[in-house]
């Protein structure tokens, strides 16, 4: 992010006489229009080589991202501009000014007059610029798509260096302006423009909304359907088993010959085809799994044989007694047994799991068609934010948790998802990123910003600059008041937005009982979650927003129902009360007459995790 940036004019007229200075205050109109967040300092210095070295050198140890000299770069004695920038810097860019160089001369010959520098002094990029009003208009639009993206790379901001180069790939490569008026902070609303919805209406509007996408299909491999919905009812091409199986290891024989001794034919492993058809008083040596020879109809397990005669080497067995009378198909997986011929295997709609696709495997099928799932971006917003592989906090920062958690709650849930980085709380930087997000994906589900502050300003940058429709701005629920949901039109598609609260624990329940609903719905899932009655295992005094509280399960190993316990402070911040949360419990809100419950108090359990009960 652009924090700080100092226009700089050089020139000994304008420095007797301010009123002379034309191209300074341009260019300083340009800088805060390309970066409205950034402190501006403007000075007039004259034409010495010293005292524009020495200014030069102060601003860059004031640590400012980006100087830009106005004047002084021509052929008069005076003009010593690029010797005092190139006497200071660490590092030369000359390709910033062969570019103005190149750009220039196409408007005017004169430009081959101008011996401007660019170059870096540890942090600080500093670029000359002719002294004109239009030579500083004509240049600064020349280097204005670049700047932010050289800023970001000087000061090592990778997140900020990754947002820009997505909007490049996607075609973005200017940043846009954000229509969002920031400088009237005074003025900005004292209460919130957005009705409270209740949770019930909340809900209505995600399926209405969502309910409205178009389904696509795609063909995957068996190995990649895992979780997807089936979108062709899939039948048995072949029954299973393929032929009459022996269940136990024993001796196929024929059930009318009854109890007494059998001459051994033969023996079939699984995988062998039996050859030889058994007559009466005949049985075949046989094995889990292998296929029954003609006339056997039943198996007789080897625990319930004696062995009567064998070959003197004991290889081979000739005799054997069958010591209790067999059933007919005793111990036999007849054909189809398992599965017959014709049967449905997946219902067009079911999700696919692990049994199913073995199922799938076993009946010869390697690809399947299924629903696509929505492609899902993750945006994290906030200035205080920093990538979690940094390994220094900055001061008043803290590492971003928001995408990580978000990513593998998506995952968790069967969708994966595409990481758009962290955009800076600036309107613009949120119209970069928000579009590269966009341009990538269906539904967007970016974090903070969506609240009171003065820098919470998702809402009026989606309303102002992405025409969106906000479906509603906040919900009564806890955590997750300030919860956004909205749809826009992109690039001739429509996108759905969810813009969740910034706190941790708000960003997680409200994925869970919005995004992944949504997502659900979208692919013809049914979108509420499963609920489970369970009693509270301790007093809960209540909120008056209806609460969503993350809670473990316990079996209390009678008939009794299961209970609940709370994890911890249910602080919207402390995402470890959602750690090895299996539920969110529907607290009600505090009334009057009750504003707490009591231990053993019935609640309602949404379960939204995997309900582990193997510890206890
Ligand atoms: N005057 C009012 N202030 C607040 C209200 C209100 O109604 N009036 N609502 C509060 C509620 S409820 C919530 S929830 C939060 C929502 O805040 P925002 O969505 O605007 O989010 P931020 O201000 O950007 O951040 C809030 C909080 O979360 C931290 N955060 C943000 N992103 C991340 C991340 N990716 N990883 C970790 N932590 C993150 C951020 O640092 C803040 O501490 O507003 C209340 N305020
Ligand atoms: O809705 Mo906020 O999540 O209470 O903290
Ligand atoms: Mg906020």
Redesign the pocket.
């Known amino acids: 992010m652009v924090k700080a940036v100092a226009v700089i004019t050089v020139s000994d007229s304008c420095f007797k006489d301010n009123s002379k200075d034309t191209s300074g205050p341009a260019l300083a109109e340009f800088v805060k229009k390309l970066f409205p967040e950034a402190n501006l300092h403007t000075i007039i210095i004259p034409d010495e080589k010293e005292i524009i070295e020495r200014e030069l050198k102060y601003f860059c140890e004031s640590n400012l991202d980006l100087i830009l000299t106005t004047g002084g770069t021509g052929f008069s004695s005076r003009d010593v501009t690029p010797e005092a920038t190139k006497a200071i810097i660490h590092k030369e860019v000359p390709a910033i000014t062969v570019a103005i160089t190149i750009e220039s001369l196409k408007k005017t010959p004169m430009a081959m007059l101008s011996r401007s520098v660019a170059g870096i002094r540890d942090k600080t990029l500093i670029i000359n610029f002719p002294g004109s009003k239009k030579a500083v208009t004509e240049c600064f639009e020349i280097v204005k798509p670049v700047l932010p993206h050289a800023v970001a790379l000087i000061a090592d901001e990778m997140s900020e260096v990754r947002t820009i180069h997505d909007s490049m790939q996607f075609g973005h490569v200017c940043p846009h302006y954000s229509s969002v008026d920031v400088s009237k902070v005074a003025l900005r609303p004292r209460e919130?423009p957005y009705p409270m919805l209740e949770m019930a209406e909340a809900w209505k509007i995600v399926d209405d909304v969502m309910g409205k996408w178009t389904e696509r299909l795609e063909i995957v491999t068996l190995d990649e359907g895992l979780g997807k919905v089936v979108a062709q009812t899939l039948c048995a091409k072949e029954p299973m088993p393929p032929f009459p199986a022996s269940v136990k290891d024993g001796y196929a024989c024929l059930s009318s010959d009854g109890a007494g001794v059998r001459h051994v034919r033969a023996a079939i492993t699984a995988g062998d085809a039996p050859t030889v058809p058994l007559s009466m008083g005949e049985c075949v040596r046989i094995n889990t799994g292998a296929a029954l020879p003609a006339g056997a109809d039943c198996v007789v397990q080897v625990e319930d044989t004696k062995l009567v005669s064998a070959t003197e080497d004991g290889q081979t067995e000739l005799q054997v007694e069958i010591l209790k009378a067999p059933q007919p198909e005793q111990d036999v997986r007849p054909v189809g047994f398992d599965i017959p011929m014709g049967a449905t295997l997946v219902d067009k709609g079911e999700t696919l799991d692990a049994a199913k696709i073995g199922v799938l495997a076993g009946a010869g099928y390697q690809s399947i068609t299924v629903r696509v799932n929505p492609k899902v971006a993750l945006l994290?917003?906030?200035n205080?934010?920093q990538e979690p592989s940094e390994t220094k906090l900055r001061p008043a920062h803290?590492r971003?948790?928001?995408?990580a958690m978000l990513k593998a709650l998506l995952r968790e849930h069967g969708y994966e998802s595409i990481d758009c980085g962290i955009a800076r709380d600036s309107p613009t930087q949120l119209v970069a990123s928000i579009s590269a997000a966009l341009a990538q994906a269906d539904v967007l589900v970016c974090?903070?910003?969506?609240?009171?502050?003065e820098k919470?300003l998702l809402k009026p940058v989606l309303i102002n600059d992405f025409g969106a429709k906000l479906h509603f701005g906040r919900v009564r629920m806890k955590?997750?008041?300030?919860s956004t949901f909205a749809t826009c039109e992109f690039e001739g598609r429509t996108k759905f937005i969810f813009a969740l609260?910034?706190?941790?624990v708000?960003a997680y329940v409200c994925c869970l009982l919005f995004v992944v609903r949504a997502l659900r719905v979208c692919t013809g899932r049914r979108g509420a979650w499963p609920a489970l009655r369970t009693r509270l295992a301790h007093a809960v005094t209540l909120d008056p927003r209806p609460e969503y509280a993350r809670a473990e399960i316990r079996l209390p190993g009678n008939d009794e129902l299961p209970t609940a316990q709370l994890l911890g402070n249910q602080c919207?911040?402390r995402l470890m009360s959602a750690c090895g949360a299996s539920v969110l419990l529907e607290l009600p809100g505090a009334t009057e007459s009750v504003p707490r419950l009591p231990a053993g108090s019935l609640v309602s359990a949404l379960i939204t995790g995997r309900l582990d009960l193997s510890a206890q």
Do not use: A, Q, Y
Request: net charge negative; proline share 13%.
């Open positions: 919130s994290s917003t906030g205080e934010l803290i971003d948790s928001n995408r974090t903070g910003g969506v609240s009171m502050g919470d955590p997750g008041k300030p609260p910034g706190n941790p708000s919207s911040s």
